[in-house]
C-alpha cells in the first residue's frame, strides 16, 4: 500500500480538524516523507488522548488509541508519552488538536484495544 508523505499526511488532518472548527498544529516536524506521527487530541478540559501509528495483520497502516496501556485520559500523562516520545525519535511528526468532543480526525481505521 503506497503511504502518503508524513509532511503531507500531517498537513491534511491539520486542514481537515481546521475544516470541522477545531484548532490543530504541528508540535514536532520530523522527516518529511517517512517519519511517524503521534496524534494527541486535548479536549481543553485537563483530558486528553494520543495516537500512534501501527500496522495490522493484513499491512495496512492503523492508529492505537493508547487510553488502554495507560496513556491519558489526564492530559499530563498525554504530555509525559509525548515528551519520551519526542526524546527517542527524533524523525516522529507531532500534531496536536484541540477539540472540546475530542475528535481525532484520522482517517485510518482506530484500534482502541
Not at 3 to 20: G, N, Q
Not at 50 to 76: C, H, K, M, W
Amino acid at each position: 500500500m503506497v503511504r502518503l508523505p508524513s509532511k503531507l499526511w500531517a498537513e491534511a488532518l491539520i486542514r481537515t480538524a481546521e475544516v470541522a472548527g477545531a484548532s490543530a498544529f504541528v508540535v514536532q516536524k520530523g522527516d518529511a516523507s517517512r517519519g511517524d506521527t503521534l496524534i494527541k487530541v486535548s479536549r481543553l478540559d485537563g483530558t486528553a488522548a494520543a495516537y500512534t501509528p501501527s500496522t495490522n495483520l493484513e499491512g495496512e497502516r492503523i492508529f492505537r488509541d493508547l487510553t488502554a496501556q495507560g496513556v491519558g485520559p489526564d492530559e499530563a500523562s498525554v504530555d509525559a508519552y509525548v515528551k519520551r516520545a519526542r526524546e527517542r525519535d527524533s524523525d516522529l511528526w507531532v500534531v496536536e488538536i484541540e477539540d472540546k468532543q475530542g475528535r481525532h480526525f484520522i482517517t485510518e481505521d482506530v484500534e482502541t484495544d
